[in-house]
């Protein structure tokens, strides 16, 4: 079997598991392939929680749950040292980050202080305690959630601090006929005790070579300047659309370039191509945006989202060949 099409088997099993949200299952396997952090957003039980939790099934790697509450600590999360009374010797325990798929649940329930502990950790793929400094694994990457409804007692992430995830996905609702095979799904669960037989699991050899492989597919001239025309349109707005220009306060960072090319590549080798197409970029165009624009009060005023924003400058920035 292809490295691939071994892919595509786990995307189609996690589609099985996760009825109704094939865009969430898809974001996930793009953010793995890409090397990045995924920030997912919707209302309590969409299957947020077990879309990681099973595509860890789907890997030879380990899963932990953090929930995130306002008295956790930073070393509720990277770890501590701990006193050892029979020599007198402090050793470093570690915490929950040091797993390969971490789901940091409600993240915008805890203070900044741990925040900041989760995103250095994102960003430096390492924790420092003291002056010892520890690795993360090599297939590291964490989900945070955020429930949009409930908003009192909570610590919204700043700018910078969203940055650091390549993507922010919304989670929408299922329809009727996805809500029935749900609770089909979950009544045949019940019955047999037990869920569904995973597919064989990727290795970590084989997701590192897949993210090689990814980085070699064909992106001409024209597609990558595509990107960094889409990224340079979100700070001079002005030369496309005076409108566009008031509703943007700020544009997204070179972070932002360098995630349309990831997932954009990430996305095409999903399907099965081994070359990148306009098409690509704005597939992921929104997910990778939404989160690094920064609307004007002008915008905020009016009822303009991001997502609108973004639909206009992917109208506005053409293909240049």
């Known amino acids: 079997m292809s490295l691939i099409q071994h892919v595509q088997d786990v995307q189609q099993w996690l589609n099985s598991q996760i009825i109704g949200q094939q865009t ?89 202080k741990v925040q900041s502990a989760l995103l250095e950790a994102m960003a430096e793929r390492q924790i420092s305690v003291g002056q010892e400094t520890y690795p993360l694994p090599d297939v590291f990457m964490v989900m945070a959630t955020q429930n949009p409804i409930e908003q009192e007692g909570t610590y919204p992430l700043p700018e910078a601090q969203l940055d650091r995830f390549i993507m922010h996905v919304f989670v929408d609702y299922p329809d009727a006929e996805a809500e029935r095979e749900i609770l089909r799904l979950v009544r045949a669960e019940d019955i047999e005790r037990k869920p569904m037989a995973a597919p064989q699991p990727l290795s970590e050899a084989h997701l590192l070579a897949a993210r090689h492989d990814i980085l070699q597919l064909d992106m001409v001239p024209s597609v990558e300047e595509y ?26 960072s070179p972070r932002a370039t360098i995630a349309l090319d990831r997932c954009a590549r990430a996305h095409a080798w999903l399907k099965g191509r081994d070359f990148v197409t306009p098409d690509d970029v704005r597939a992921i165009a929104f997910d990778v945006l939404r989160h690094r624009i920064v609307r004007s009060f002008e915008a905020e005023a009016a009822g303009i989202s991001c997502d609108q924003i973004i639909a206009q400058l992917l109208h506005a920035v053409p293909v240049t060949q």
Do not use: M
């Open 227 to 252: 990107i960094v025309q889409l990224v340079v349109a979100t700070r001079r707005a002005g030369h496309y659309s005076d409108d566009l220009a008031k509703y943007i306060a700020f544009g997204a």
């Open 24 to 112: 969430l299952v898809e974001r996930l396997l793009i953010a793995l392939l890409a090397d990045g952090h995924l920030l997912v957003e919707g209302a309590p039980g969409l299957a947020k929680t077990r879309a990681i939790k099973d595509l860890s099934r789907a890997l030879e790697g380990d899963f932990h749950r953090i929930q995130f509450t306002p008295d956790l600590l930073p070393g509720d999360v990277t770890g501590t040292e701990i006193f050892h009374q029979e020599d007198g010797s402090f050793r470093f325990q570690r915490g929950p980050i040091f797993h390969n798929l971490v789901l940091a649940d409600e993240i915008n329930r805890a203070p900044a």
